[in-house]
């Protein structure tokens, strides 16, 4: 084996013992799909380099019982990672071992002031970045909604001179980082499929439910792109009567009667016509799903009726995606998973109208249970996609 060789093999271990952790030499070579004893020359060299530590024995299966592997924690880099959606915009920073080494601080960011958003960006990063003076980083990851090019880091929904349309550009020139980009329900896939309920699931389907409704799609055990890379533009399948015109710019979409925005809308809507709700005392603005949650989680009648509204018509589109993609599992991720049973029961009710039962009772739909998921997802992309070489997995500091 080449020495070109050997510093790809053990970067495959690293990224492996982050995903998978801890492993053995035989799990190593069986999930890499290289031979034990290639895979022991490199365990063998990232032990004497102090990137992996030896985590104990692994379950005894009858026979003796194998030693198992994880990342050194101690000497590897910390991740930078950065959550944004249409109205606000998350920040935490990660170990290898995925423990939150700051609480992840989210502010008010609405994409709409483009220029604003961006600048928002850059001081939050900078402020979390300063809490960490001296020591090294991977890279930042960051996730955003809109049409976004994993392989050039371009958002395709803002024009060639609007700031966040080379965002990734910009913050890896300003904070001199290996910096990554990725659509938000894409990453929240790749999230669920690492850590979450998609673990077992080859062909799995994960609903983003947020102020849009996003999809990422697990096909096969791996992400699915689609031919232009823009797979899983749920929001804006044309199943509603609604007349309300879409952000998209056009009308008929299922975002407009199943975002969390509709949500609010609707609550909004029936307390200035004289409804009783806790939540005339609480802030019901545009991006106040907090309040909402809270409601619901509390039994306020309203609010139970704007989640069982979004989730008629999130059924109604689930059975869309079981008829076309038969998938094993679908999940409910996002902001909105936090509505917990109410929200799983109404839309189980719904795929049961509309759906063909031969179809639909082989798919099992589940909220997602990752905290701060998104932010995950970020971390993700960052582990997948950076390039160091592991003998420089200590020497890049940001430049603020």
Request: charged letters at 20%; hydrophobic letters at 40%; glycine letters at 6%.
């Given at each position: 084996m080449?020495?070109?060789?050997l510093?790809?093999?053990?970067l495959?271990i690293?990224?492996s013992l982050y995903?998978l952790k801890p492993q053995?030499?035989?799990?190593?070579?069986?999930?890499i799909?290289?031979?034990v004893p290639?895979?022991?020359?490199a365990?063998?060299?990232?032990?004497q380099?102090d990137?992996i530590?030896?985590?104990?024995?692994?379950p005894s299966?009858?026979g003796?019982r194998?030693?198992q592997f994880?990342?050194?924690?101690e000497v590897?880099?910390?991740?930078?990672?950065?959550?944004i959606?249409?109205y606000?915009?998350?920040i935490?920073?990660?170990?290898?071992?995925?423990?939150?080494?700051v609480?992840p601080k989210e502010?008010?960011?609405?994409?709409?002031?483009?220029?604003r958003?961006?600048?928002?960006?850059?001081d939050?990063?900078e402020e979390t970045?300063?809490l960490f003076?001296?020591?090294s980083?991977l890279?930042?990851?960051i996730t955003?909604?809109?049409?976004?090019?994993?392989?050039t880091?371009i958002?395709?929904s803002?024009?060639?001179?609007?700031?966040l349309f080379?965002?990734k550009?910009?913050?890896q020139?300003?904070?001199n980082?290996p910096?990554?980009?990725?659509?938000?329900?894409?990453?929240?896939?790749?999230?669920?499929?690492?850590?979450g309920k998609a673990?077992q699931?080859?062909n799995?389907?994960?609903?983003n439910l947020?102020?849009?409704?996003g999809?990422?799609m697990i096909v096969n055990?791996?992400l699915f792109?689609?031919?232009?890379?823009?797979?899983g533009?749920f929001?804006?399948?044309?199943l509603s009567n609604?007349n309300?015109?879409?952000?998209?710019?056009k009308k008929?979409?299922i975002?407009?009667?199943?975002?969390?925005?509709s949500a609010i809308?609707?609550v909004?809507?029936k307390i200035?016509?004289?409804?009783?709700s806790?939540l005339?005392t609480?802030s019901t603005?545009?991006?106040?799903?907090?309040?909402l949650?809270?409601a619901v989680?509390n039994g306020?009648?309203?609010?139970?009726?704007?989640?069982q509204?979004?989730a008629?018509?999130l059924?109604?589109g689930?059975?869309?995606?079981?008829?076309i993609?038969?998938p094993?599992?679908?999940i409910?991720?996002?902001?909105g998973?936090?509505?917990g049973?109410?929200?799983?029961?109404?839309?189980?009710?719904?795929?049961?109208?509309?759906?063909?039962?031969r179809?639909?009772k082989?798919t099992t739909?589940?909220l997602?249970t990752?905290?701060?998921?998104q932010?995950?997802?970020?971390?993700c992309v960052l582990?997948e996609?950076?390039?160091?070489?592991t003998?420089q997995?200590q020497s890049?500091?940001a430049?603020?």
């Amino acid at each position: 084996m080449t020495s070109q060789n050997l510093e790809n093999l053990k970067l495959q271990i690293v990224k492996s013992l982050y995903f998978l952790k801890p492993q053995s030499i035989a799990e190593l070579a069986s999930s890499i799909g290289k031979s034990v004893p290639n895979i022991t020359k490199a365990v063998n060299n990232l032990l004497q380099e102090d990137l992996i530590i030896d985590s104990g024995l692994a379950p005894s299966t009858g026979g003796r019982r194998a030693a198992q592997f994880e990342l050194n924690r101690e000497v590897h880099p910390y991740l930078i990672a950065v959550a944004i959606d249409q109205y606000k915009t998350s920040i935490t920073v990660f170990d290898v071992h995925n423990n939150q080494l700051v609480t992840p601080k989210e502010i008010e960011n609405p994409l709409l002031d483009s220029d604003r958003a961006f600048k928002n960006v850059i001081d939050l990063i900078e402020e979390t970045v300063n809490l960490f003076l001296g020591h090294s980083f991977l890279g930042i990851g960051i996730t955003m909604p809109g049409f976004v090019e994993q392989k050039t880091g371009i958002n395709n929904s803002y024009t060639s001179k609007n700031p966040l349309f080379k965002l990734k550009d910009h913050i890896q020139q300003h904070f001199n980082l290996p910096t990554y980009i990725e659509n938000d329900s894409s990453a929240i896939a790749i999230a669920e499929k690492k850590f979450g309920k998609a673990i077992q699931s080859q062909n799995a389907l994960i609903i983003n439910l947020n102020w849009g409704v996003g999809l990422g799609m697990i096909v096969n055990n791996q992400l699915f792109r689609g031919h232009s890379g823009y797979a899983g533009e749920f929001s804006h399948i044309p199943l509603s009567n609604n007349n309300k015109l879409c952000s998209c710019g056009k009308k008929g979409c299922i975002e407009v009667d199943a975002s969390l925005l509709s949500a609010i809308e609707f609550v909004n809507e029936k307390i200035k016509s004289g409804e009783e709700s806790v939540l005339k005392t609480l802030s019901t603005s545009a991006t106040d799903s907090e309040s909402l949650i809270t409601a619901v989680q509390n039994g306020d009648q309203l609010a139970i009726s704007a989640v069982q509204n979004i989730a008629y018509m999130l059924g109604k589109g689930i059975s869309t995606l079981i008829h076309i993609m038969n998938p094993e599992k679908i999940i409910i991720s996002g902001r909105g998973a936090d509505f917990g049973n109410i929200l799983l029961l109404s839309i189980q009710s719904s795929v049961q109208e509309f759906s063909i039962p031969r179809l639909s009772k082989n798919t099992t739909i589940e909220l997602s249970t990752l905290e701060h998921i998104q932010l995950l997802g970020s971390a993700c992309v960052l582990v997948e996609q950076a390039k160091w070489k592991t003998k420089q997995l200590q020497s890049t500091e940001a430049l603020t």
